[in-house]
């Protein structure tokens, strides 16, 4: 079992530290490859190919988090995508040896679905039971969500420890940025829960600025 273990690899789209508008303090952020709920209006439509991005070793992935935690001296983990509980297995196996490779340094750890609590919870019972925060749920986007941690108001969010709950309420309450741009390697990033006509006016501020912007991930 420990030996098939070892060898789980990760379909990823892409990885990025620091970030701060995706739970409280600093963190880097997993969006994992592969979505079959196909939410109309979602903003990652780049994610959905199950066959895109970079299938990595767990153990790789795992050992770059730890570098980028302690270098940046980041707070937490926030994984979303694409779907985490589509890849349950690897993404537990990651939690729990990131953790044990950090020893006493806490890691927080958000997880964003987009199966409901119920349904994830049947899925992905050992990834779920690992997170602090999850945030559950399609996006409907005809249901605008409120605060930094849902975008749409039909998901739930659940925690798994009462200072958890503290630490997020605090951070959703705060007066902070929802949306972060970030250049990485050639391209341009904005991470972070739109809201309705978030992405359209910054393309069209963009564009009176003389930016055109190409391939975009909130279109397939
Ligand atoms: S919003 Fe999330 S769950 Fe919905 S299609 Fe996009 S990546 Fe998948």
């Given at each position: 079992?420990?030996?098939?273990?070892?060898?789980?690899?990760?379909?990823?789209?892409?990885?990025?530290?620091?970030?701060?508008?995706?739970?409280?303090?600093?963190?880097?952020?997993?969006?994992?490859?592969?979505?079959?709920?196909?939410?109309?209006g979602c903003a990652?439509?780049?994610?959905?190919?199950?066959?895109?991005?970079?299938?990595?070793?767990?153990?790789?992935?795992?050992?770059?988090?730890?570098?980028?935690?302690?270098?940046?001296?980041?707070?937490?983990?926030?994984?979303?995508?694409?779907?985490?509980?589509?890849?349950?297995?690897?993404?537990?196996?990651?939690?729990?040896?990131?953790?044990?490779?950090?020893?006493?340094?806490?890691?927080?750890?958000?997880?964003?679905?987009?199966?409901?609590?119920?349904?994830?919870?049947?899925?992905?019972?050992?990834?779920?039971?690992?997170?602090?925060?999850?945030?559950?749920?399609?996006?409907?986007r005809?249901?605008?969500?409120?605060?930094?941690?849902?975008?749409?108001?039909?998901?739930?969010?659940?925690?798994?420890?009462?200072?958890?709950?503290?630490?997020?309420?605090?951070?959703?309450?705060?007066?902070?940025?929802?949306l972060?741009?970030?250049?990485?390697?050639?391209?341009?990033?904005l991470?972070?829960?739109p809201e309705p006509g978030d992405l359209s006016e910054f393309e069209s501020?963009?564009?009176?600025?003389?930016?055109?912007l190409?391939?975009v991930s909130w279109r397939?």
């Amino acid at each position: 079992m420990a030996h098939r273990e070892a060898g789980l690899t990760l379909r990823l789209a892409r990885i990025l530290a620091p970030v701060t508008v995706l739970g409280p303090g600093r963190r880097v952020a997993v969006w994992v490859q592969g979505c079959a709920i196909a939410c109309p209006g979602c903003a990652s439509v780049d994610t959905w190919d199950p066959a895109g991005g970079e299938a990595v070793p767990v153990d790789e992935v795992c050992k770059l988090l730890a570098d980028q935690i302690g270098e940046l001296s980041l707070d937490g983990l926030t994984i979303t995508g694409g779907e985490p509980t589509s890849q349950p297995e690897a993404l537990a196996e990651l939690v729990t040896s990131l953790r044990a490779r950090l020893g006493p340094r806490p890691l927080d750890v958000l997880l964003f679905t987009g199966r409901t609590h119920p349904a994830a919870t049947r899925v992905a019972p050992a990834l779920l039971a690992l997170a602090d925060c999850v945030v559950a749920g399609p996006y409907r986007r005809e249901l605008p969500g409120e605060g930094r941690l849902v975008a749409s108001g039909n998901q739930t969010v659940s925690y798994g420890s009462a200072a958890a709950r503290r630490r997020y309420e605090d951070w959703n309450a705060a007066d902070g940025a929802r949306l972060q741009v970030t250049a990485e390697q050639g391209d341009l990033l904005l991470v972070g829960l739109p809201e309705p006509g978030d992405l359209s006016e910054f393309e069209s501020r963009l564009r009176e600025r003389g930016v055109g912007l190409g391939e975009v991930s909130w279109r397939a």
